[in-house]
């Protein structure tokens, strides 16, 4: 069992940057892959980056590759996003998933077992 919390959203302008964090506790966590999605007003849920259980690996959606960045502190059990050149297009709530036996690179969320609560990016133009 995982149980995910995310943190780090808020209010940015356009080409500004976040950084979110998700904290995953459970002493197996290390050994997930952990993805990052999001949800727009409206819209499905959306593959935004994921990483291996290693770091080794990472994964990105089209649309914010160049400009985030996915990373893993398994010291930390913690796992970030960092967002720049932010767009309007980017806001909605974030969600943080963990999953044992996803690949890194399989963008579908059905694949995830364990979700975080979500957090607020609103991108003002």
């Known amino acids: 069992q995982v149980q995910l919390v995310e943190s780090g959203g808020g209010l940015v302008q356009a080409g500004g940057s976040l950084k979110l964090s998700c904290a995953a506790s459970g002493r197996t966590a290390r050994s997930y892959t952990m993805g990052w999605f999001r949800q727009a007003p409206g819209k499905e849920r959306e593959f935004v980056a994921a990483i291996s259980w290693g770091a080794g690996s990472t994964h990105y959606a089209d649309s914010v590759k160049g400009r985030f960045t996915i990373s893993r502190d398994n010291a930390k059990n913690t796992v970030y996003l960092q967002m720049n050149s932010l767009k309007a297009e980017d806001t909605g709530v974030y969600y943080c998933?963990?999953?044992?036996?996803?690949?890194?690179?399989?963008?579908?969320?059905?694949?995830?077992?364990?979700w975080g609560q979500g957090t607020q990016v609103t991108v003002s133009s």
């Open positions: 998933a963990a999953d044992y036996y996803v690949i890194y690179d399989r963008t579908d969320s059905a694949l995830y077992d364990y």
